[in-house]
């Protein structure tokens, strides 16, 4: 459980307090999952090239990761580059594609030293070298720490990882290793590019866009939402910490009464 005077310190803002009072702490989110969204949007709106809000974004992560180790979330997941996502201007792209190494290299011992186990999630294929292998080498560096999953969704659709997951159970049908009759909910799930982690519990929007955009499709079946007008760049402690308390003034009823 976090503890009440190291989030004081930490949500130290007058609003912040005013939240931080509601927070009930045996009631976090196990699992937060964000869609990063605006970032060009914010670039543009002060006349920079859209990477501008990309780098911008940086420091909204950093804080969220500390927010979130505060908070004692246990899986933290972000929208970093979509499967459809490619469509963009190829120097945008490219951009994006060297950002995330750089970022990565720079933040490892910090996350390391945090507890900060890093995963990835979507397909390897189609990414360049440099950056399958940055993240290869964090998930390899981290993978003893336990206080938060960082999970990073790369080169990430929802529609693509089901069909993954299909064609795995189907390849193992086909062979023999599994009878078609016995898939069931838990065994799609152990085939998806999640498998292991729970559900997301709360699922935040940035940007005011109200869709999935081919997020965590499976996962989010009954997920809350979250959404908020901030653009990515401008989201700190703050807005996480109101989404949580929201979060916790719903009643969830996964369809019973
Ligand atoms: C989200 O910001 C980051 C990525 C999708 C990589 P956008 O780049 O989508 O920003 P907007 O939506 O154009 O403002
Ligand atoms: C979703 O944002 C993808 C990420 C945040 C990485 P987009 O900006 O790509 O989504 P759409 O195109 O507005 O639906
Ligand atoms: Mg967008």
């Known amino acids: 459980m976090p503890d009440r005077a190291s989030l004081e310190a930490f949500f130290s803002s007058k609003r912040d307090r005013e939240f931080l009072a509601e927070l009930a702490l ?71 594609m060297d950002l995330f190494v750089e970022v990565l290299e720079q933040e490892m011992t910090t996350l390391d030293k945090l507890g900060v186990r890093v995963r990835v999630i979507g397909r390897r294929e189609g990414l360049p070298e440099r950056t399958a292998e940055a993240f290869a080498r964090a998930e390899r560096q981290t993978a003893d720490n336990d206080r938060l999953t960082y999970v990073v969704a790369l080169n990430y659709g929802g529609r693509q990882e089901i069909a993954d997951a299909v064609r795995a159970i189907a390849v193992k049908a086909a062979t023999g290793q599994l009878d078609p009759s016995g898939i069931d909910l838990e065994m799609v799930a152990d085939h998806l590019y999640t498998a292991g982690l729970p559900d997301p519990d709360l699922l935040i929007r940035t940007s005011g866009e109200l869709r999935v955009s081919n997020f965590l499709l499976w996962q989010i079946a009954y997920s809350e939402m979250w959404v908020t007008s901030t653009l ?10 109101k989404a949580v308390v929201d979060y916790q003034r719903r009643s969830r009823r996964f369809g019973g009464l």
């Open 26 to 96: 045996e009631r976090v989110p196990r699992h937060v999952a964000i869609i990063m969204d605006g970032n060009g949007r914010w670039a543009t709106k002060r006349g920079l090239p859209r990477i501008a809000g990309h780098r911008a974004g940086v420091k909204a992560i950093r804080e969220t990761i500390q927010a979130a180790l505060e908070l004692g979330i246990d899986v933290l997941t972000v929208y970093s580059f979509s499967s459809e996502n490619w469509r963009r201007p190829k120097d945008e792209v490219s951009h994006l």
């Open 232 to 241: 990515w760049p401008d989201f700190d402690r703050h807005d996480l910490l």
